[in-house]
């Protein structure tokens, strides 16, 4: 049985009083969240050390402008923080920051995780209009009334994972009577506990909602079932990519956008990966054609082969193609399968290694010998 | 009738094994698929999963990797690499449905210069039933 | 210059298809580089074609520009020049970037010869992709009475929409709807013109004047239009609420043809911060942006590419969030063109103008500092002769 830790306001409120809390006793020097935009249009992640500024603060707002995991690896790159930072992030971003850490891009150290049961944002495009409060005030009453939320983004439609393993604190969200009055958080583990010390409001011992969770679960299941029979059957073989990736213009947003593509030169951008003159002399002579720049479905295969293991289906992807191919559902699509070959959860548990970095002996024992 | 079809197949072998393997096939005349087109790498870990997918992608109607058996190997761990990436490939060709049966992996050891010429042969065979494969005449890939 | 008037009356596209159709059999170039609609029907995407059989799906005047074909052109040519004559089918902002991307060593021009026509301009990608079907039909409309009122915001601005750079132009401007001319723009388009068996006997004073008047039109809507952005961008707090909703993708910078780093500097190890920088700077201000250094991103580009931008728009087509990025970009580049007496893509022959100088210039911008720092005891006393 966990501890929870209930402040009598809204949900959106009281976490915020909870951020309040941290900066006031210093418990952390900073807090990660995510905080509308001054003096423009938009919300993206701030970090804040100054309890003043939480005014614009919007921990729990529908709206994934990137992976946090990304800039969390990103603020960590070259060493961890010398001081404790409370970060608010979706299931999906501490997943996606722990495949980063195994991979040497950033550290756990002091950083202290306040993660959610997510039902899911919206797309980016949602909010390129401006009108955040109309998009906020929209989503609360959506996840107040307990419904499973037509227009969040497919990634979100399809994802199974929306309770986070490996947070400190996780506000309930989903299946949660009167969000709009009481804000609990499931104290997840002793860092959680040592934060929550001392903050207003009633303390009981109490698990996640399992049933509710449970139910949401299995509906979520069908859908990604769907979700992925239906790409499944567009894409079957070398037409159906084609026909999926014939718009492709090869900008590699979605590569850029993923929290998993670290590299700082990707192999499809650098020399190697270039087109010889001759190349598309032998393409001229087979087929009497070629097209330019080369490679489209090479990008998206090979990022496949390098990332899809540890695809978290955060689909950012999606949000960033600017001509609207399903990419996050392939690749979420494939990831699963590729995950399941080798057991694999990713962001699950963090010292449980890549994969691809590591065999047994004795395994796989059928290929090879034939 | 002769069957017009020949199918292109790429070989990647790993020198201390399957490319001696392949060597001693030739010297003793077996027989060896036509239009086999070998790659010597030096260690069948060395396979990166994206040659398997370039040569795919460019029209090869078949890919093999080859190797030394598991426990064999000459850097002693690179083929268990291998093993992984092999089945990675295969999975993903499989989720995509782009016919993972066009490619192959055989631990073929030095001095098996007739299984060399078995696994070559049953594999081109393999691939002159399927056909020829179809991506060879896209234009938009 | 005289010209021809291109057989088959019905549609300008039709009759530059059989025009390319007639070179490639005859052999008079090896191949063409256009735009070809992608098998699903839902796109464009360039294609190398050989195959006179496969110029059926081309399209020489496309309703979008999904790649930027100097970019296309930069990856046949960067590695080197082909062996034999391609003929380039682009636009006309393609064609000058193209003349860039040479200028910066990133693509070679030998045996490409450049078609053009005059572009009215293309749709805004999104809204090509919400329908392609609907966008084919009103961009097919939209092209024979050449309109551009649904065309992107940096095409209705367009005042280079007749390149200098070309070898053959498509003279649409003038012409009855659905027929064209062709005019050969330098000796190599001269000698295709031959080649396929097309007289030059048409005048082109129809066309010029059309297409002048047009010019001075535009040229008008441009200076209005960039006014306009120049009030909205005006002074740090207008910067800021343009770039606000930015989610540092980086995708205008990867779609465009001047950005052509491997690794582009804002993306390298010098924005790769230990995390004292960015938990002091959020201590200094009480708060930070998540990633950081947006505004810095977007000037740190223009002042890297606007000498070269070609106003194509390809930028803001790519943006996830709406962002007027190539209406900004455009409104820099205009100015920072027009002080150093440039204008992207006219020449070959025009040197880069921040990889040259003169000794004596730009006095005006000097002036003032020159007058300032060379006053003598009213500041610091260094110097007087009165001390």
Known sequence: ?370 | MKDAFVPNIVGFLCNWCAYTGADLAGVARLRIPPSLRVIRVMCSGRIDPLFVIKALLKGADGVMMMGCHPGDCHYQKGNFSARRRFVLLQTILDSLALEPERIGLSWVSASEGQRYSKVTTEFSEKIQERGPNPIRDEIFV | ?387
């Open chain 3, 1 to 387: 210059m005289n010209g021809s008037k291109l057989p088959g009356a019905q549609d300008a596209e039709k009759s530059v298809l059989a025009f390319l159709k007639t070179g490639l059999e005859k052999r008079c170039f090896e191949a063409v580089m256009m735009s070809h609609r992608v098998p699903a029907g839902d796109g464009y995407a360039y294609v190398l074609i050989k195959d006179p059989a496969l110029l059926e799906g081309a399209s020489p005047l496309p309703p979008v520009i999904p790649v930027q074909g100097a970019k296309a052109l930069s990856a046949l040519t960067r590695w080197g020049p082909p062996k034999e004559t391609i003929l380039a089918v682009m636009h006309p902002c393609e064609i000058r970037a193209a003349v860039e991307l040479f200028k910066l060593k990133q693509a070679s021009l030998d045996h490409i010869v450049f078609l053009s026509f005059d572009c009215p301009g293309v749709m805004p990608l999104s809204d090509y992709v919400k329908n392609p079907g609907e966008a084919d039909r009103t961009y097919a409309a939209a092209r024979r009475k050449w309109e551009s009122a649904k065309m992107r915001p940096l095409c209705r601005i367009c005042n280079e929409f007749v390149p200098a750079a070309s070898d053959l132009h498509i003279g649409l401007l003038g012409a009855e709807e659905g027929s064209a001319w062709l005019f050969p723009v330098s000796p190599e388009g001269r000698r295709i013109m031959d080649s396929v068996g097309l007289e030059t006997a048409v005048s082109s004073d129809a066309w010029e004047r059309e297409a002048a008047e047009r010019k001075t039109v535009r040229e008008k809507e441009r200076q209005e239009a960039h006014q306009v952005s120049r009030d909205r961008v005006s002074g740090p707090d207008g910067l800021l609420a343009a770039f606000s909703s930015c989610i540092n993708c980086h995708n205008c910078m990867r779609v465009c043809p001047v950005c052509y780093c491997r690794q582009c500097y804002f993306d390298s190890e010098a924005f790769k911060l230990p995390p004292e920088n960015y938990v002091e700077r959020a201590r200094k201000k009480g708060s930070l942006r998540l990633p950081a250094d947006t505004l810095l991103f977007h000037l740190g580009r223009m002042s890297h590419m606007a000498l070269s931008c070609v106003s194509c728009g390809t930028c803001e087509d790519a943006c996830p969030m709406d962002i007027k990025v190539g209406q900004i970009f455009s409104l820099v580049a205009d100015n920072a063109q027009k002080q150093l007496n440039y204008l992207p893509g006219r020449s070959r022959e025009d040197p880069l103008p921040a990889s040259v100088y003169q000794e004596e210039e730009l006095e005006g911008v000097e002036k003032p500092y020159v007058e300032t720092y060379s006053r003598t005891g009213d500041r610091d006393g260094a110097g007087s002769e009165n001390q």
């Open chain 1, 1 to 370: 049985m966990a501890q929870v830790l209930k402040i009598n306001k809204s949900v959106d409120q009281g976490l915020t009083a909870f951020l309040e809390f941290l900066l006031k006793e210093k418990k952390v020097s900073g807090v990660v969240t995510l905080k509308k935009n001054r003096g423009g249009p938009g919300i993206s992640y701030a970090l804040i050390t100054r309890p003043e500024e939480l005014d614009g603060a919007r921990p729990l707002f529908p709206l994934m402008p990137a992976n946090s995991g990304k800039i969390l690896s990103r603020l960590t790159l070259r060493g961890p923080l010398k001081d404790p930072i409370a970060v608010v992030l979706k299931p999906c971003e501490l997943r996606a920051l722990i495949e980063l850490v195994k991979r040497q891009q950033g550290s756990l150290e002091n950083m202290i995780f306040i993660s959610q049961t997510c039902p899911g944002v919206y797309p980016l495009e949602m909010s390129v209009d401006g009108d955040l409060d109309a998009l906020a005030s929209r989503y609360q009453d959506q996840v107040q009334s307990g419904q499973h939320i037509p227009e969040i983004r497919p990634a979100c439609r399809s994802c199974v994972h929306f309770t986070p393993q490996n947070a400190d604190i996780i506000v309930s969200l989903i299946a949660e009577a009167g969000l709009d009055r009481s804000c609990s958080l499931v104290l997840n583990s002793k860092k959680g506990e040592a934060l929550a010390d001392g903050m207003a409001g009633e303390k009981r011992e109490q698990d996640l909602n399992s049933q509710e969770l449970a139910h949401f679960s299995d509906h979520r299941k069908t859908a990604r079932l769907k979700l992925f029979d239906e790409m499944g059957e567009k894409t079957k073989g070398i037409k159906g990519l084609i026909g999926l990736f014939g718009k492709c213009i090869g900008c590699h947003a979605c590569g850029n956008a993923c929290p998993i593509c670290y590299c700082n030169l990707c192999f499809f951008e650098s020399q190697p990966n270039e087109s010889r003159p001759n190349s598309f002399r032998a393409d001229l002579e087979k087929k009497g054609a070629a097209r330019i720049p080369a490679g489209t479905l090479f990008y998206h295969v090979g990022r496949l082969a390098h990332m899809s293991v540890s695809c978290v289906g955060c689909g950012m992807c999606m949000d960033v193609c600017p001509v609207d191919i399903p990419v996050g559902t392939l690749f979420s699509r494939v990831g699963e399968s590729v995950q399941k070959t080798f057991e694999y959860i990713p962001g699950s548990k963090i010292d449980e290694p890549l994969p691809v970095a590591v065999f047994k002996e004795e395994e796989f024992a059928q290929l090879g010998e034939g």
